[in-house]
């Protein structure tokens, strides 16, 4: 069964630093997404991005953070200075489409931890 | 905005114990209502999901009823085995607004099973 990928599974950065977490959505598949999930709490969205442009954010999702897809396979969460508060699972999905109902398959995850 | 209320965790059950997680979300109009199953170490996974009132959603002998009059959709098994231990989310997209519709989840219930 086709899966999202992400890599890597684990990246530790120092604070200030620039961060890309790198995830293969599933080949077919035209929508893609960004969540996070800080330790107990709840996964939130951040992005949503389709047809080369971000469709929706949310309030996390300031002017540090960007996305990009450079290429036909990739899509990429850039953080450019991170901050203590970034250290999250991050993760990565996609859909076949944009209709109601229509489920997102997940990545494993990357678990940034910001010194 | 929208939003999902699931039971505080941690859930533990013996092995074929009948298994019970509330979930109730607030939305406006219909909106499509997903399971979703974290595994430990491993991503979210698709476990069920329901499109509009009185579907029932079902995988893996989990069942869950869209109750419109209620606002719930409350997860249940007749009998979990220890393989059931994981991380269960609760989680809605909306129905209406646009064509990219993010995910909101519930905080998580966490079950262990135990032999």
């Known amino acids: 069964e086709p899966e999202v990928t992400q890599t890597p599974s684990h990246q530790v950065t120092q604070m200030g630093q620039e961060v890309i977490l790198r995830c293969v959505p599933i080949?077919?598949?035209?929508?893609f997404y960004w969540y996070r999930q800080i330790l107990g709490q709840k996964v939130e969205f951040l992005v949503s991005?389709?047809?080369?442009?971000?469709?929706?954010k949310s309030e996390i999702f300031d002017d540090q953070f960007s996305v990009e897809r450079p290429d036909g396979s990739n899509f990429t969460l850039k953080i450019r200075s991170t901050k203590l508060e970034d250290s999250a699972m991050y993760f990565c999905?996609?859909?076949?489409?944009?209709?109601?109902?229509?489920?997102?398959?997940f990545g494993d995850g990357t678990r940034l931890s910001i010194l | 905005g929208n939003s999902v209320t699931q039971m505080e965790g941690p859930v533990t059950l013996s092995e074929e114990a009948f298994l019970t997680i509330n979930c109730t979300y607030t939305?406006?109009?219909?909106?499509?209502l997903f399971w979703y199953v974290q595994y430990p170490g491993e991503g979210l996974q698709l476990l069920l999901k329901?499109?509009?009132?009185?579907d029932k959603g079902s995988n893996k002998g989990f069942e869950a009823t869209y109750r419109k009059e209620t606002t719930s959709f409350h997860l249940e098994k007749g009998s979990v085995q220890v393989s059931d231990s994981a991380v269960y989310f609760c989680a809605l997209t909306p129905n209406s607004g646009g064509s990219n519709y993010k995910l909101t989840f519930g905080k998580g219930t966490l079950l262990t099973v135990n032999p």
């Open positions: 939305a406006t109009g219909y909106p499509s």
């Open positions: 999905a996609s859909s076949a489409s944009g209709l109601a109902g229509q489920p997102q398959h």
């Open positions: 080949s077919n598949h035209l929508y």
């Open positions: 991005f389709y047809n080369n442009e971000i469709s929706e």
């Open positions: 329901a499109t509009k009132a009185d």
